[in-house]
């Protein structure tokens, strides 16, 4: 009993993590929380994951979503995604995260390396990831306003 208990100790902290992303496979989906600390997920009917892994291509996302309308990335199926596991915890908590909670958007956020270390990135650009059904089609990489806002259909 012992040996089970402990092997499901050591397995649990491996379901937040997300593997790699294949075309045709299901999407990996990783257990995060949204700029408020609430759950957050990718609902099925997702169609695009806007995934930012640094501060250009957050810097890029926040740009092109700021002055949009509050709606604009439900009515596109999309959601966005930022890896901010790079930037120190204190500029994490004081700065970053408090400038999202201002936002009319909801924002994924991973502070830990390891959760998306297998999702593809390119340095300064937004991983934009095509799902269908749940599935992922392909993923391609922005690195303008003009790549993004095409990507969303502005």
């Not at 004081?94 to 998306?116: C, H, I, M, N, Y």
């Amino acid at each position: 009993m012992n040996k089970i208990l402990l092997a499901l100790c050591l397995a649990c902290p491996l379901t937040a993590l997300a593997g790699p992303i294949e075309v045709g496979q299901p999407l990996p989906v990783p257990t995060l929380q949204n700029q408020h600390e609430q759950a957050w997920r990718i609902a099925p009917d997702t169609q695009l994951v806007i995934f930012a892994a640094g501060r250009t291509a957050s810097n890029l996302v926040m740009a092109v979503l700021s002055p949009q309308p509050k709606g604009l990335l439900a009515s596109r199926h999309a959601v966005y995604l930022a890896d901010m596991s790079k930037m120190p915890g204190f500029i994490t908590r004081t700065f970053a995260l408090p400038s999202l909670r201002e936002q009319p958007f909801e924002v994924g956020v991973s502070l830990d390396a390891k959760t998306l270390a297998e999702w593809p990135r390119q340095e300064n650009a937004v991983t934009l990831i095509r799902l269908g059904q749940g599935r992922v089609m392909g993923h391609e990489f922005a690195s303008t306003e003009a790549q993004l806002k095409a990507a969303l259909g502005l």
